[in-house]
C-alpha cells in the first residue's frame, strides 16, 4: 500500500501563503488520484482539493478556489498545494490521500485507501 508523508504546515499570517507537500512510497504513483482534505478542531474532514493521475482533471471545493492550487510531479511521486491568501478559517491539519485509479466520489473521504500522518496549518489573525 502506498505511504504518504506530508510536509510544508506552519504558521503563517492571515493573507500569507504556504505550501504543502505530500511524497508518496509507490513506485505506481502516477496510477494513483490524490486529494487534501483538513480538519479543525471539533469540526469533520473536510475535502479541499483533488487531482487526477496526470493532473488533467483538477477539483476544489468552493471555500478555496482562486485562492489554492493543487498540482502534482510524477517524476518526484509528489503532490502539492499551494495557499495564498490564507484566513483564519483554513487553520487545520491538511491531509493527503489517495486512491488508485480515482474510483469514487473524489471529494468523499470515504473514497480514499491511504491517508498521510497530516501537517498543521495555523493562520492568525
Known sequence: QVQLVESGGGLVQAGGSLRLSCRA???TFSM???GW???APAKEREFVAAIGSTG?????ADSVK???TISRDNDR???YLQMNSLKPEDTAVYYCAAV???LGNLEDSQTYDAWGQGTQVTVSS
Not at 488533467?56 to 476544489?60: D, E, K, N, S
Open 77 to 79: 511521486n509528489t503532490v
Open 32 to 34: 494513483y488520484y490524490m
Open 100 to 102: 488508485p485509479y480515482g
Open 56 to 60: 488533467r482533471r483538477i477539483i476544489y
Open 37 to 39: 482534505f483538513r480538519q
Open 25 to 27: 512510497s509507490a513506485r
Open 66 to 68: 482562486g485562492r489554492f
